[in-house]
């Protein structure tokens, strides 16, 4: 059974480039999420989504990102204009539906580290 | 708001002792659960365990144990002879319940780093 897949592992972009980030879920799991992380932060969560729906994105930067997960296909992190500071690693994590249990444990992904050069 | 603080930032041992690692956590919800990841130098993330904020009962798994304390709002980590593969970064997570049928965002702790020396 194959974890939560994320590429590429390692992406550079120089300013002002665009950077398309993909995650596909485990199997089974509908749910999606993204985190970053910046040196010497911890993670911070950006978005969670389901299929063709954006449920929470309290902490997606305002401009230049945006997240998609379609009905088919992976879930998709777009950074459009690349800057300095964008560069961290994304986490992208998966998880089943809730349930009477009550939330999920999270699946994470190897992250891409994105250089902006 | 929901806010997680892992206060020890860096924790070197020796092998074979015994370490713990605290978490002490902020929400106003009742309905609550918190996590424990892993963070090898490899950099993948590995899910350790969940607990929901009704089941106070402390849990052991091979040489990890948890305590959580609702009374401190505390979920505390202890690894019993630690060995340097435990070497990592670990964090501490909670998230809110939401609506059934639906999960929730994590808020994570900055991490506490391991370095367990031979």
């Known amino acids: 059974n194959a974890g939560v897949m994320q590429n590429p592992r390692h992406l550079v972009r120089r300013r002002g480039q665009e950077a398309r980030l993909r995650c596909s879920p485990m199997?089974?799991?509908?749910?999606v999420y993204w985190y970053r992380q910046l040196p010497e932060e911890g993670l911070k969560f950006m978005v969670y989504?389901?299929?063709?729906?954006?449920?929470?994105e309290s902490g997606m930067p305002k401009e230049r990102f945006s997240a998609e997960f379609p009905k088919e296909g992976p879930s998709i992190l777009r950074i459009q204009q690349v800057v300095r500071g964008d560069s961290a690693a994304y986490f992208c994590?998966?998880?089943?539906?809730?349930?009477?249990?009550?939330?999920?444990?999270?699946?994470f992904g190897p992250g891409t580290r994105l250089t902006v050069t | 708001a929901q806010k997680v603080t892992q206060a020890q930032t860096e924790i070197s041992v020796v092998e074979k002792e015994d370490v713990t690692l605290d978490c002490v956590y902020e929400?106003?919800?009742?309905?609550?659960?918190l996590f424990w990841y892993k963070q090898p130098p490899s950099g993948e993330l590995v899910f350790l365990i969940r607990?929901?904020?009704?089941?106070?009962q402390n849990e052991i798994s091979g040489r990890y144990s948890w305590n959580f304390q609702k009374s401190t709002s505390s979920f505390n980590f202890t690894i019993t002879a630690s060995q340097v593969v435990d070497s990592a970064v670990y964090f501490c997570?909670?998230?809110?319940?939401?609506?059934?049928?639906?999960?929730?965002?994590?808020?994570f702790g900055k991490g506490i780093t391991l370095s367990v020396r031979p």
């Open positions: 607990r929901n904020s009704f089941d106070e």
């Open positions: 994590a998966s998880s089943p539906k809730g349930g009477l249990a009550g939330i999920n444990e999270q699946y």
């Open positions: 997570a909670l998230s809110e319940a939401s609506v059934k049928g639906a999960n929730s965002k994590l808020t």
């Open positions: 929400t106003r919800d009742t309905t609550y659960y």
């Open positions: 199997k089974g799991h509908s749910h």
């Open positions: 989504l389901q299929k063709e729906n954006i449920i929470d």
